[in-house]
């Protein structure tokens, strides 16, 4: 009976060509084994145990891919499984499971599994989700919305123990939340470890508790870092590719050293099902809030009282700025420490205590975990010349109002005039648009059409407030501006534009 060979890069493999194929899975499985391991080839017969031994890439490969039964068995007793009870959960949520849609084709198997014909729906709905004991004393950790809401919360131990657990203090900006339940011995705990030093690459386990089915392991990677889903003011994730299921969340990210660098938290996913892209808070994040829901019952933030935006390109020019970069001031919150301090309306700060700041959350994060009373450096660009300014952070107020963002960014090609249409702001036209009688500037009365400053974001009806790092309160105050612009050849001039309480510096560019 004649042979052929399939080569891989590290070995080859004989195969019979007629073989029938009557076991299909049972042949793919076979013929996997032996591209794995080296140690079989393939005959007529059969599978049967070859004679040469693993070559070197075939160990070099082996031990690329270690087990990572040692560490799941050391970390898995401190993983459990957080079950909350209340009215607003979905009845058909139970178990973790997601809701079945009216009609739908589920095999009858699972749909006793779900919907458990012939007994009746509890009174109180249930949700599941994981966590983990962050020391013997049983602090637990998990996020916020397993919890929210929850009118009774339940922590179901490795060994099947269930303990009634108090919520100690939430955090919902960082969708955290630390739960304590009493026991008698000390509890296994998990180290938290440094998500800094995770590369790109490196391996993880992802351990929950999905779809209720009990305690789950799960590998994948590290696929990103830093990335931001616009869940929260401070969203810095751990993209990783381990799935991350249903009942998943506030499960740990370990990493293959058995620290917890993350808490699974979201997953990307426009069909509902697990398709490898999932985030994980880091464990810095973790062990900073931890640490003042266990002291306080609540997280206590910096606060800056700036509103805030990206520096753009167009910005930087019209700054005087080399590239885009730092944050720019776009207004100071009365009442607050940067009110108070020596920063002004369109600075640009570049740095905050020796940290650069290459995008605006850079500085709302930092100013965050910066404790209330304390001195911050900030370098600032201002008017063309930088300049060192301290002043001491605040705490922020209950409220949400540190570094508001405006998301929008201009998009500006550029046109061979600004297309704008300015009138002074009298009595009249304050009464007539329902402005305040403190309002100052100079009112947009029309924007051409595809100009300049239409397509750079100015709409009629707004304010024009500053130009460049100057107020302006009349029509020939900014034509001046637009002058001596043109004359010193920038590619854009800045303008301070609030429409509706809102401030905003747009840059709108001229023509080359």
């Given at each position: 009976m004649s042979q052929r060979r399939i080569t891989t890069p590290t070995r080859s493999i004989a195969v019979t060509p007629w073989l029938p194929l009557r076991h299909p899975g049972l042949v793919s499985a076979t013929l996997a084994l032996a591209l794995a391991s080296g140690a079989l080839y393939w005959s007529g017969r059969g599978a049967v145990a070859a004679e040469q031994p693993m070559s070197a890439n075939a160990r070099v490969a082996s031990a690329a891919f270690p087990s990572f039964a040692d560490v799941a068995e050391r970390v898995t007793p401190a993983v459990v499984n957080v079950s909350v009870k209340a009215e607003s959960v979905s009845p058909m949520a139970l178990q973790g499971h997601p809701a079945l849609p009216p009609g739908a084709d589920v095999p009858e198997s699972f749909r006793r599994f779900?919907?458990?014909?012939?007994?009746?729906?509890?009174?109180?709905?249930?949700?599941?989700?994981?966590?983990?004991?962050?020391?013997?004393?049983?602090?637990?950790?998990?996020?916020?919305?397993?919890?929210?809401?929850?009118?009774e919360v339940t922590v179901v131990m490795n060994d099947g123990s269930s303990h009634v657990a108090r919520v100690v203090g939430v955090d919902p900006k960082t969708d955290l939340a630390l739960l304590k339940i009493d026991v008698d011995l000390p509890l296994v705990a998990v180290e938290l470890g440094d998500s800094s030093k995770a590369r790109v690459g490196d391996w993880v386990l992802a351990v929950g508790n999905p779809f209720g089915l009990g305690?789950?392991?799960?590998?994948?990677?590290?696929?990103?870092?830093?990335?931001?889903?616009?869940?929260g003011p401070y969203d810095d994730y751990l993209q990783i590719d381990a799935p991350i299921n249903r009942g998943n969340s506030g499960g740990p990210l370990f990493d293959i050293g058995g620290r917890v660098i993350g808490v699974n938290t979201a997953i990307f996913s426009p069909s509902g099902g697990n398709?490898?892209?999932?985030?994980?808070?880091?464990?810095?994040?973790?062990?900073?809030?931890?640490?003042?829901?266990?002291?306080?019952?609540?997280?206590?933030?910096?606060?800056?009282?700036v509103q805030i935006q990206p520096v753009t390109e167009e910005l930087a020019s019209g700054l005087g700025l080399d590239r885009a970069t730092g944050v720019l001031i776009a207004d100071l919150i009365p009442g607050s420490p940067a009110a108070a301090s020596d920063l002004r309306t369109g600075d640009v700060i570049l740095s905050a205590a020796g940290q650069q700041l290459t995008s605006a959350k850079d500085l709302s994060k930092l100013v965050a975990a910066t404790k209330a009373g304390t001195p911050v450096t900030f370098r600032v660009m201002?008017?063309?010349?930088?300049?060192?300014?301290?002043?001491?952070?605040?705490?922020?107020?209950?409220?949400?109002?540190?570094?508001?963002?405006?998301?929008?960014?201009?998009d500006t090609p550029e046109r061979p005039r600004l297309g704008l249409y300015l009138s002074p702001l009298t009595p009249e036209l304050r009464a007539e648009r329902g402005l305040d009688a403190d309002a100052v500037g100079v009112f947009v009365a029309q924007v051409e059409a595809d100009s300049p400053a239409d397509r750079a974001g100015v709409e009629a009806g707004s304010l024009i407030s500053m130009v460049g790092t100057e107020s302006v309160d009349t029509p020939e105050q900014v034509v001046a501006a637009v002058?001596?612009?043109?004359?010193?050849?920038?590619?854009?001039?800045?303008?301070?534009?609030?429409?509706?309480?809102?401030?905003?510096?747009?840059?709108v560019p001229f023509a080359t």
């Open positions: 779900f919907e458990q014909p012939g007994r009746s729906m509890p009174r109180e709905a249930t949700g599941q989700g994981s966590g983990f004991v962050v020391d013997s004393d049983g602090h637990i950790v998990t996020n916020h919305h397993v919890i929210e809401g929850a009118g305690g789950s392991v799960n590998a994948g990677i590290i696929s990103a870092r830093g990335r931001d889903i616009n869940s398709v490898g892209i999932g985030f994980a808070i880091p464990a810095e994040t973790v062990e900073r809030v931890v640490a003042d829901l266990r002291e306080n019952g609540r997280v206590e933030r910096g606060w800056l009282g201002r008017d063309g010349t930088a300049r060192d300014l301290t002043l001491t952070i605040g705490r922020m107020p209950e409220e949400d109002r540190i570094a508001a963002m405006p998301s929008e960014e201009a002058r001596e612009a043109i004359e010193e050849q920038r590619e854009s001039l800045i303008l301070r534009v609030e429409k509706e309480g809102r401030p905003l510096f747009i840059a």
